[in-house]
């Protein structure tokens, strides 16, 4: 579903949270905004309900393998 997973810290200072976040799902690129609280702000496309549902499910797994494992 989610390919080319990127992520990276949102602030110069590592230990402030918050990460941008971005991927392709369907050809389609999305970016957004992982904040601390694992609430995700979208950037450039806000995804369809039922997709969005999906997304946010498969980020948070990723974010706690890739950043908080």
Do not use: C, R
């Not at 995804?47 to 890739?66: G, N, R, T, V």
């Amino acid at each position: 579903m989610i390919t080319h997973f990127q992520w990276k810290p949102l602030f110069k200072d590592h230990t402030l949270p918050g990460w941008k976040i971005s991927f392709y799902v369907n050809k389609q690129h999305y970016q957004a905004i992982y904040h601390k609280d694992g609430q995700i702000e979208w950037k450039n496309i806000q995804p369809s309900d039922h997709l969005e549902a999906e997304l946010k499910q498969a980020i948070h797994e990723l974010m706690l393998f890739h950043v908080y494992e």
